[in-house]
């Protein structure tokens, strides 16, 4: 405890940081404070049949993303999520599209012209979601609109308000990563995750010990276990890497030669982090965004499947998703041809192996060996929530049993505290932890 306090003591110290913090709190409040703004001519105490509907199934975690924006009927209620899903889209793109690929060789020009396009595709995302959800609410929330404003007017401008709404959370988002500490994209989603973690502490507290079936006590402790070893389990995921070694004859240091050093080139375990969760994740909200658009009472009993994030469909179509984007992520972010060039030109080489294309072959048969067990291990915690329902565990606290809430909390938690720690240690102040630095993997930077 007095580690700590001293730890805080030196970040309040370092002017740079202390701002940094600010900053950052003050894009938070300013982010929750717009949750709770709701769409002018809504009543928001007519709201009950939309809250009632995002307490389970897929609303609900599109409302957790969120930050209960979503149930709340607020300006912020499409959140982040339309500028993860066009960003997914432009990087599938740079795949398949030549034009791309030359734009992200470009350097920083290249990258503003990303951001431009995908910042474009955003807003076309959302002329396609502000309706969807604006669809749902008149479906289910039909009296929640002002005595004497039609929803034929009303359609137009809060269309245009849900869009403004979720351009400025991703002005918020890039300002707290220029001005802030953390990448702000993924801080903000995090923060609309925890905003549902009290309320749904209580809630299973309060199931565990009112209900007769519960389990009381023991249930209770046997969950906060098995909740204890997922987060492990997920640091292991964020942070986990796995080296395969490699002999070189010679390396370059300066402008030295030395011969006969043992290196290795780190092949990760999980090189493609959460990002085959989230790509999948956006699928599976599709079915949700077609819903959004229909009566209830009409959806088949597919689409209802699908809706239903515990069902058996919904969860082995997630997990084969997460194992094909795996492989598909990892394919695209590590070139193996390349690694074997850059070690053929530092003079080094594989024992046992030709330099060149046979090099090449050995680093991608070894790195699709090790992706197997990572995309499945990914696709374990994905669906941890599934199973944690089956010991009648509260729908809201489910999610914090894996998934991708709890790899992003984990995920920029460890990213923001590497941070902070570089910070302490470069103005030679003791770190955050007293054995050994944070190795942050760090978020995708949407």
Not at 386 to 392: E, G, H, I, K
Not at 395 to 403: E, H, L, P, R, V
Not at 434 to 443: C, E, F, K, L, P
Request: glycine residues 8%; contains cysteine; charged residues 10%.
């Amino acid at each position: 405890m007095k580690k700590l306090i001293e730890t805080l003591k030196n970040i309040w110290k370092i002017e740079d940081l202390r701002q940094r913090i600010l900053i950052t709190l003050l894009f938070v409040a300013i982010y929750r404070f717009g949750s709770f703004v709701v769409l002018p001519g809504i009543n928001p105490a007519m709201l009950s049949q939309l809250q009632s509907q995002t307490a389970g199934g897929l609303m609900s975690l599109l409302d957790m993303f969120s930050g209960g924006a979503f149930s709340n009927a607020s300006i912020f209620a499409l959140g982040i999520m339309p500028y993860i899903s066009a960003s997914i889209v432009m990087q599938l793109l740079a795949v398949a599209v030549p034009y791309v690929q030359k734009m992200q060789r470009e350097g920083e020009s290249g990258r503003k012209k990303i951001s431009m396009y995908t910042r474009w595709l955003t807003v076309a995302i959302l002329c396609f979601q502000a309706p969807g959800y604006l669809m749902n609410l008149k479906m289910t929330s039909g009296a929640a609109l002002a005595t004497g404003i039609s929803w034929s007017y009303f359609m137009i401008p809060a269309v245009i308000i849900l869009a403004a709404g979720s351009m400025f959370i991703l002005w918020l988002g890039e300002r707290i990563t220029d001005k802030g500490i953390g990448n702000g994209i993924s801080l903000i989603i995090m923060i609309g995750i925890i905003a549902r973690l009290p309320q749904a502490f209580i809630q299973e507290v309060s199931s565990r010990f009112t209900a007769i079936t519960s389990g009381g006590l023991v249930m209770f402790l046997v969950e906060i276990i098995i909740l204890y070893a997922v987060v492990c389990a997920s640091i292991v995921l964020v942070q986990g890497v796995r080296k395969v070694p490699v002999q070189y004859a010679k390396r370059l240091v300066g402008n030295k030669q030395v011969g006969g050093a043992r290196q290795y080139i780190p092949l990760k375990l999980f090189a493609a982090n959460v990002m085959p969760i989230i790509f999948a994740q956006a699928l599976m909200f599709i079915p949700l965004s077609i819903a959004q658009w229909m009566n209830p009472e009409n959806t088949s009993w597919i689409l209802r499947t699908l809706m239903d994030h515990h069902s058996w469909a919904y969860n082995v179509i997630f997990a084969f998703l997460i194992i094909a984007f795996t492989y598909f992520y990892t394919a695209i972010t590590l070139n193996p041809t390349q690694m074997a060039e850059d070690m053929k030109r530092n003079n080094g080489f594989i024992p046992g192996v030709k330099p060149g294309k046979e090099t090449a072959e050995y680093i991608d048969t070894v790195m699709s060996r090790i992706t197997l067990p990572g995309s499945l291990f990914i696709a374990f915690i994905a669906v941890m929530p599934a199973f944690a329902s089956l010991l009648n565990v509260q729908d809201a606290f489910s999610q914090f049993f894996g998934g991708t809430s709890l790899l992003i909390l984990v995920g920029v938690v460890l990213d923001t505290l590497a941070q902070i720690e570089s910070h302490l240690l470069m103005r030679h102040y003791d770190g955050l932890l007293s054995s050994g630095r944070i190795h942050g993997r760090g978020m995708a930077a949407y």
